[in-house]
C-alpha cells in the first residue's frame, strides 16, 4: 500500500497493511524541540538546526530524513 491508501483505509475502517504513522502531520503531532535533537542523536543522523513552528507549544519541525527513517505516512501540506 501506498501511504495515501494506507491513510485512507484507516479513514475508512478498513485494514491497512501496517498502522498508518504521523509525526508532525499536524501542528498538534510533532515533537518537541528540545526532544528533538535527542532523537536524531539515538537514531546516529547528523545534528541540523531545530526550527520550531510553534512557539506555544515549542513543536520542531521534522526533518524529511527522520520521517523516512519511521516510514512516516503523514506530511504537512499547510
Known amino acids: 500500500m501506498t501511504s495515501r491508501e494506507r491513510v485512507l483505509a ?3 475502517h478498513q485494514e491497512p497493511d501496517r498502522i498508518a504513522l504521523d509525526l508532525s502531520g499536524h501542528r498538534s ?7 528533538y535533537p535527542k532523537l536524531r542523536a539515538a537514531l546516529g543522523l547528523p545534528p541540523r538546526p531545530v526550527y520550531v513552528y510553534d512557539p506555544v507549544q515549542q513543536l520542531a ?3 524529511e530524513d527522520v520521517l523516512d527513517r519511521f516510514g512516516v505516512d503523514t506530511i504537512e501540506l499547510g
Open 10 to 12: 484507516t479513514l475508512n
Open 29 to 35: 503531532s510533532g515533537i518537541s524541540a528540545v526532544a
Open 61 to 63: 519541525i521534522v526533518d
